[in-house]
């Protein structure tokens, strides 16, 4: 007669010790092996980033594009009334709010999503072994994914005021988006884990984005600002560089290399950061959900 454990050998052809071992292995690896698995996995956080979409618009009609109708008509209010406000040439404002307004929505939509990542993927990671990381991946992803969407309106407002924008410039917005993916990923992981560990932060980081999008060169041109106002709002304020490293290349311009400086900086001591923290309560996750 077999014991249950000599069935379970036998019957998966290899000793139950060393399948224990493996059921166990994703919690006991490190905080950057946990990054690097996770990223080695398109196939998964692709899935679970599109499946997501899909989800958030089930049962209507033009599906995602309801967020582009919404965008377009933001565009369209905002763009009028900053136009008498500052005095702009609607030509060239137009375009700039557009491609502004496209920057911060994946910028922001990312961060605000990313206080409730390991609260509402609880779920997901306790019935299964898998890399905490695959829903901080998924969560950019979905989120690059709506920024494809929301150039159909950068495109409508391009072709119809500014054609001449579309430069070869444009091959910028490549690196650009990436550091702004670089520095999500590290944001949302961080975010994902202070939010999971104290539930007030997420109010906190909604209000302080809210705040953010208003001294942010967002809506308003940043040549109408001067001296402390633009050191403080222009120069040191991060989701600037973030939003020019995508809006210069639309716009036919290439982004100033203070910027792509800056995100640089930020994405180095970021992933430090991240690298430390993740590493320390990982094993927790779990645990504070």
Not at 147 to 156: D, E, I, Q
Not at 185 to 200: A, K
Request: glycine fraction near 8%.
């Amino acid at each position: 007669m077999f014991n249950s454990a000599e069935r379970d050998a036998g019957a998966t052809g290899r000793p139950v010790a060393n399948t224990a071992a493996e059921f166990c292995r994703p919690l006991a690896k490190s905080g950057m092996r946990d990054l690097i698995d996770g990223l080695m996995r398109p196939d998964l956080w692709g899935r679970l980033g599109w499946l997501e979409v899909k989800r958030r618009y089930r049962r209507t009609v033009i599906g995602p594009f309801w967020s582009v109708i919404s965008l377009g008509v933001f565009v369209a209010t905002i763009g009028s009334v900053g136009v008498a406000l500052w005095n702009q040439n609607p030509l060239q404002y137009v375009p700039y709010l557009t491609a502004g307004m496209l920057a911060w929505l994946m910028i922001s939509n990312t961060t605000t999503e990313a206080c409730a990542l390991f609260i509402g993927g609880s779920n997901l990671y306790q019935q299964a072994r898998l890399d905490f990381s695959l829903l901080v991946y998924a969560l950019v992803w979905r989120n690059l994914i709506v920024f494809t969407h929301h150039l159909f309106v950068y495109a409508l407002a391009v072709l119809l005021l500014a054609p001449h924008l579309i430069s070869p410039s444009l091959i910028l917005l490549a690196p650009g988006l990436l550091l702004v993916i670089i520095n999500g990923v590290w944001v949302s992981l961080l975010l994902g884990l202070l939010c999971l560990r104290f539930r007030d932060l997420q109010q906190m980081v909604m209000s302080v984005t809210q705040i953010a999008m208003l001294i942010t060169p967002v809506f308003w041109p940043v040549d109408q600002v001067q001296g402390t106002v633009r050191l403080m709002f222009v120069h040191l304020n991060p989701l600037h560089h973030c939003i020019q490293v995508v809006r210069a290349p639309l716009l036919g311009t290439a982004p100033t290399a203070g910027s792509y400086v800056a995100l640089i900086a930020i994405a180095i001591v970021g992933w430090i950061i991240v690298h430390l923290v993740f590493g320390s309560f990982r094993k927790r996750i779990t645990y504070w959900s």
